[in-house]
């Protein structure tokens, strides 16, 4: 039976989170991710090699990259984000990473690789590899895998400008990250970066409208593609130090305002694979050389969250954990604490504060708010449990996967074909495999209340881009201790 877990009545002791510990495993979860050949440096041994055909019904080669979660597709718009985060975590925090700086690096690289291959071609990106509908009709293995696998595009008549912009920030924001380490690798990332965002701004378009059924419902795109473009052009202008793109920022933020409410006070902030709203403005106040509202937006940012501010839109569980998404709650936990800490640094170097009508707060409250959802999740919470597979004495132990659900290739080495899963994933088994590093969903309902269950996808799936902005965060932390 599925295993129900109440919050108790009293929290027992708790040890103080071990944040260095719990950034090696959140870089470490994405071994567990990649497709492709593996390299004989690979941790998680459990894993082999996958996906080697990918790309070749279009000619191109596509091996490489991340499965988005628990699920056998590489989807690119979310694939993108995430290394978009990653890349501003090691932009940011890289003097915190230590050790785990050159884990980091390769997190990122094994996702930039597969995007350079994927933009090889002027005027089209391809943002996805496999037939969504049956491979979520599978519980197989990657390694297994034998359901189609076709490669979808956008192109100069088939447009996607959300997902060619997101690609675009990616390179960009890894050109960065990998300056000083690799400055040959970071020319070539911001090269393709260039001719990536030009398609993305040039051929304007959704790729939801031009692929429709295989990326709907999937990662549909709700918030248009205009946030994408600001996003895109503001990371190459960081890239490239210069204000080359600043026409682009200014013209799709003016379209962005004209469409929402950015500037009333109580704005529902967002920042996901889907919508770039408060990382637009936190990103484009680091940039600032100016006297413009960006400032003034990033404030409603802070104080639709804060807890203690008149313009709070934001639900908390009784246990203190933000509570945005009734999916993969976690997601939007992790990459706004993210945004919090970016922008409390920033207030503290400046000696500025966050105003919210008559009340003031120092940066320093910012900081606490996304310490206290780390802390959540690595078990400071009312079930004393972490959200992090292999971290802490108690976390989740059926999170939906399913590499990590099936006995891996050492264990069962004969071919486990399309329905051949199916008894695993309906086992109250835990997991054979630890995907250690893996954050599950978490509670999504607006309590504190967890299902540690592999069907209920909604709190226990993992994501590429639930862990991106968790590693800025527990390499902020680390200095704690």
């Known amino acids: ?66 499965y988005d979660a628990g699920d056998n597709v590489k989807f690119g718009f979310p694939l993108a984000f995430t290394g978009t985060v990653l890349a501003w975590s090691i932009v940011e925090f890289s003097a915190e990473m230590g050790p785990e700086l050159v884990h980091a690096h390769e997190a990122l690289r094994w996702l930039t690789d597969y995007l350079l291959k994927a933009t090889t071609q002027p005027n089209r990106v391809f943002v996805q590899s496999g037939e969504p509908f049956s491979d979520h009709n599978c519980w197989q293995r990657p390694e297994d895998m034998d359901t189609p696998r076709p490669s979808f595009q956008v192109n100069d008549t088939h447009p996607g400008s959300e997902v060619a912009g997101e690609t675009a920030a990616a390179l960009a924001a890894a050109s ?4 000083s380490s690799d400055p040959a690798y970071a020319d070539t990332l911001l090269s393709r970066a260039k001719q990536v965002y030009d398609f993305a701004y040039r051929y304007q378009g959704s790729y939801s409208d031009s692929l429709g059924q295989w990326v709907c419902p999937f990662y549909c795109d709700i918030s248009g593609y205009e946030d994408e473009l600001v996003w895109g052009a503001a990371w190459l202008n960081r890239a490239t130090n210069s204000s080359d793109y600043t026409k682009h920022i ?33 990103l484009l106040l680091l940039m600032q050389k100016t006297d413009d509202d960006y400032s003034r937006y ?61 009340s003031q707060f120092p940066p320093s409250a910012l900081i606490d708010l996304a310490k206290s959802q780390v802390d959540y999740i690595l078990g400071d919470n009312p079930l004393n449990m972490s959200y992090m597979v292999g971290y802490g004495n108690k976390f989740p132990q059926r999170i939906h996967h399913r590499a990590a659900s099936v006995p891996s290739v050492d264990q069962h080495p004969q071919h486990l074909y399309c329905k051949d899963g199916t008894p695993y994933y309906e086992t109250d088994a835990p997991n054979p495999n630890l995907l250690v590093g893996a954050l599950s969903g978490g509670p999504n309902d607006g309590s504190d209340e967890y299902l ?6 909604n709190q226990s799936e993992p994501a590429t881009y639930m862990n991106a902005p968790f590693v800025g965060l527990l390499a902020y932390f680390s200095r704690y201790g």
């Open 298 to 358: 990033a404030q409603n940012f802070a104080c639709s969250l804060l807890p203690q501010s008149p313009y709070i839109s934001t639900e908390y569980t009784p246990g203190g954990l933000i509570h945005k998404a009734s999916m993969a709650n976690l997601q939007a936990v992790t990459a706004l604490s993210f945004l919090l800490v970016v922008y409390g640094r920033h207030l503290s170097n400046v000696k500025g504060t966050v105003t919210c009508g008559n």
């Open 176 to 179: 960065i990250a990998f300056r």
């Open 250 to 282: 200014i013209h799709g933020i003016q379209q962005i305002q004209t469409q929402t409410k950015l500037g009333v006070n109580g704005y529902d902030w967002q920042f996901s694979w889907d919508d770039k709203g408060a990382g637009n403005y936190i």
């Open 452 to 457: 540690d269950y592999r069907p209920w996808a």
């Open 1 to 66: 039976m599925a295993a129900w877990m109440m919050p108790s009545a009293v929290a027992g002791s708790r040890p103080p989170p071990n944040y260095a510990d719990a950034l090696s495993k959140c870089l470490l979860f994405y071994e567990g991710q990649r497709s492709g050949k593996l390299p004989p440096t690979q941790r998680v041994t459990w894993r082999k090699d996958s996906g080697l055909q990918d790309g070749q019904d279009a000619g191109v080669d596509l091996v490489g990259g991340y």
